[in-house]
């Protein structure tokens, strides 16, 4: 993906400096994708949707929620937790480390808390974090849609 958005380059370089994002590189979330990657993919996705359909909705928390939704800084593959209980977890997790390097806003708190709905109960409470809700399910199910093509390309 190319991202060519001044205002989004912005963003993502800030909050590289101001936390722990890049250590996400070395963690995978679906079959070759690192946590990064996709936490990229999700918030310039989510951005792009936002601006497409003239939504009225804060463009800054947006992108800085998206872009922490997965920042939960391990591999949930290497976990002696269950897989599924990953799903569940990981949006608290995420929360919490983020709140550990930043000063995250309602919106941004809500994007991360939520971004799992419906597997957590509770849902999303702004638009903001409804996109990102939705884009995450679109850009994972692409990922392990790429992956098992992948493999069984490298099976035959
Ligand atoms: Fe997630
Ligand atoms: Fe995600």
Redesign the pocket.
Known sequence: MVVRDEYFCGILEELIQESRLLMSKEFIQHGCTSVYAHSVQVAYESYLYAKRKNLKVDYRQLIRGALL??YFLYDWHNQLTPHHLHGFF??GIALRNASEDLVLTAIERDIIRR??FPLTIIPPRYTESWIVCWI?KCCSMRETIFRRKASRMSVS
């Open positions: 939704h997965d990981h949006p971004h799992m995450d």
